[in-house]
């Protein structure tokens, strides 16, 4: 049985965490005071498969309780990283391994460099929102891509004995863009418009808009040094297909009144467009319509 502490147990980090409960490890989530209200009242609840499942978890609002844990998975927003890497650094050893669960591309350094033991990524491709804080609804996947470094193999196996397909990689920086290009390709339009992705394909014009979105992003990674595949539209568009009902996190974002990750989605590739003198047009008014309405 492992030690696993859950920084930031939202939509993705409550999941996870409550798959590692119920798979037999001891699971510490650590949040803000109504995860721990929720959880007290409720206990972490998990909906899938047509059934609620009650996962056995602690829950804390102190980030001191990752003293002594195997595994810290930090699955807070983008904008939360450095600020969260900085509470927990003092209590952690040298011998205890951090996954970052986290969308964007700027996570992994700011962890790196503030924290004392191996970091890796870990992309978790899955479709799951939050009913309420301690309460998470699993619509759809269940994949996980762990970057290949220290104790990889051990957080794979942690992960497949918990149900997820997991798989390593030694290109994670790659999946990283690939996935930040498809979150710039849905994620804002879905949260303007409050519609699921298979709405958004049905209007006519949407399809072209949104490869547009993708070009941008096709344009700035390669700029960047990061060749994305050819068919990156296409990985983006596949999950209006597959996923015809789902809004994207971003859209539930906005839609509970929480801060949003644009900063780090479309805002991201915005600020490098902007550096590497390459115009991203649609990114930027994507960021900025979302802030405008965020805030």
Same mark, same amino acid.
């Given at each position: ?211 547009? /979105?993708?070009? +941008? ?5 390669? #700029?960047? =040094? *990061? $060749?994305? @595949?050819?068919?990156? %539209? ?30 780090? /989605?479309?805002? +991201? ?5 902007? #550096?590497? =003198? *390459? $115009?991203? @047009?649609?990114?930027? %008014? ?10």
């Amino acid at each position: 049985m492992a030690r696993i502490a859950v920084l930031g147990a939202g939509a993705v980090g409550g999941f996870v965490g409550a798959r590692l409960a119920l798979s037999g490890h001891a699971v510490t989530l650590i949040g803000r005071p109504a995860l721990v209200q929720g959880v007290t009242a409720q206990g972490m609840r998990l909906d899938m498969d047509g059934q609620t499942l009650r996962a056995p978890v602690t829950v804390t609002t102190d980030p001191a309780a990752v003293t002594g844990c195997d595994w810290v998975l930090i699955a807070v927003k983008s904008g939360d990283t450095e600020t969260a890497a900085q509470a927990v650094a003092p209590h952690l050893s040298a011998g205890t391994t951090v996954l970052s669960l986290q969308n964007g591309i700027g996570n992994l350094p700011i962890l790196t460099r503030t924290l004392p033991g191996p970091v890796l990524p870990a992309l978790v491709y899955v479709a799951v929102s939050q009913i309420a804080p301690g309460h998470v609804q699993h619509k759809g996947g269940g994949r996980i891509v762990i970057g290949n470094g220290p104790n990889a193999p051990a957080a794979a196996q942690l992960f497949t004995n918990a149900g997820f397909q997991t798989e390593i990689s030694d290109q994670a920086e790659l999946a990283l863009w690939i996935k930040l290009t498809v979150n710039c390709t849905l994620n804002a339009v879905s949260a303007l418009t409050g519609q699921p992705y298979g709405r958004i394909i049905a209007q006519p014009g949407a399809e072209a808009t949104l490869r547009a /979105i993708t070009a +941008e992003c096709r344009a700035v990674a390669r #700029a960047s =040094g *990061i $060749p994305l @595949p050819d068919d990156i %539209a296409e990985q983006a568009l596949a999950l209006t297909r597959s996923m015809p009902d789902q809004c994207s996190s971003t859209a539930q974002d906005l839609a509970a009144g929480k801060p949003t990750e644009i900063a780090h /989605i479309n805002g +991201e590739i915005a600020r490098r467009g902007a #550096a590497l =003198g *390459i $115009p991203t @047009p649609l990114n930027t %008014a994507l960021a900025t319509l979302v802030a405008l309405r965020e805030n």
